[in-house]
């Protein structure tokens, strides 16, 4: 949160921030309660205090290194429904990033 928090201050330019929108993945181990908790502890005093944070939840998403399809799945279930293949990698659903900022 604190790079987030950096990142956004820095994109505004010494705007204020009405509102920053942060895509988070299931996989990141971020917890969104804690982000906000984070963010509302960190912002007073900062270009951000005061404003909105939107969290976007993303869905996790896996790219198949066998037939080459990207495809959504539950976590615990990593198995391609192109192929079978139980070789996906994760493409997305870790990332934690700041997606767009709103100034005033
Ligand atoms: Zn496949």
């Known amino acids: 949160m604190e790079t987030l928090l950096r990142d956004a201050v820095a994109a505004a330019g010494g705007e204020k921030i009405r ?7 299931p996989l990141s181990g971020v917890v969104v309660d804690a982000l906000r908790f984070a963010f509302e502890s960190m912002a007073p005093g900062t270009a951000a205090e005061g404003a909105r944070l939107d969290v976007v939840e993303t869905r996790p998403e ?27 990698e994760l493409a997305a659903g870790n990332e934690m990033e700041l997606e767009s900022i709103e100034v005033q």
């Open 19 to 25: 509102a920053l929108k942060v895509r988070v993945g």
């Open 62 to 88: 896996f790219r198949c290194p066998d037939c080459g399809c990207l495809y959504e799945t539950p976590v615990g279930a990593y198995r391609c429904p192109g192929c079978g293949s139980a070789r996906g």
